[in-house]
């Protein structure tokens, strides 16, 4: 334990020299001062769509100023198993290039600012005790791939803000499905049919747990992960993304 413990502090060390933080604004490149918050210039962060208070009670996707509901039509019309979730920015064109940056062009650095917006986001919401952070998982082939898992890194650097347990052993994808993006949300769905496992449900039981993921979109996922937790009867279930799709 102590050893990697060692090792993860010895990565991040070598990552912060490689890609040194807070010099560059993490979307245009350009050079920003060491205060600037979430590696941002200014211009970047006022075209942002930050998801403020105006979203969706269930899934926490923004809404526009004239819907009247509490939830959008997507959580009207179809039944999530978990408990809340919520988002930081609107899953635009930029924070589409940022995400993709991250995920296949290896630019680890990236999910240390938007872990930063995550963090900031469950604290703005009140959200003080998880008993463990549990990252969306990769099937084991495409991990491989990568060479990481996105939502596991994202995971790793908010325990450590909030000072959380990670589990990244305890939930599993034993199916290796198709991309989701070209798909309905109803083949969404069944692509994601019992593709994750539970190794341990004990390690879950009456535990108060947060699934980590950088993109909802339609929400099947988390919603496949969640139904498989929910064999463990967790107390609750609470989902945090980078990014969101828009209320539809």
Same mark, same amino acid.
């Given at each position: ?69 509490? @939830?959008? @039509? ?47 986001? @469950? ?10 952070? #549990? ?17 596991? #890194? ?19 994808? #034993? ?64 989902? #945090? ?8």
């Amino acid at each position: 334990m102590v050893y990697q413990i060692i090792l993860k502090e010895g990565i991040e060390a070598f990552l912060d020299f490689i890609y040194p933080r807070n010099i560059y604004c993490m979307v245009c490149g350009r050079g920003i001062e060491k205060k600037e918050a979430y590696a941002l210039c200014a211009a970047c962060r006022n075209k942002i769509s930050f998801v403020e208070d105006k979203a969706c009670e269930k899934c926490g996707k923004p809404l526009s100023d004239f819907y009247f509901l509490e @939830l959008c @039509l997507d959580c009207i019309g179809h039944k999530h198993d978990f408990t809340k979730g919520f988002s930081c920015v609107a899953y635009d064109d930029e924070m589409k290039q940022l995400v993709h940056r991250l995920k296949y062009k290896k630019e680890r650095y990236l999910a240390y600012h938007m872990a930063e917006m995550m963090t900031d986001k @469950l604290r703005k919401q009140g959200i003080k005790e998880i008993d463990c952070i #549990i990252p969306v998982p990769l099937y084991k082939r495409k991990q491989r791939q990568r060479e990481f898992n996105q939502a596991q #890194i994202l995971a790793m650097y908010i325990g450590k803000n909030m000072g959380w347990v990670v589990d990244c052993k305890n939930l599993i994808r #034993i199916k290796d499905t198709v991309p989701q993006n070209a798909l309905s949300k109803e083949e969404r769905r069944n692509n994601l049919k019992d593709a994750f496992r539970m190794v341990s449900q004990a390690a879950f039981m009456g535990k108060t747990i947060l699934l980590v993921d950088d993109v909802y979109t339609t929400g099947s996922t988390v919603d496949a992960c969640s139904q498989e937790l929910m064999k463990a009867k967790p107390k609750e279930i609470f989902v #945090i993304s980078f990014a969101t799709g828009r209320n539809m």
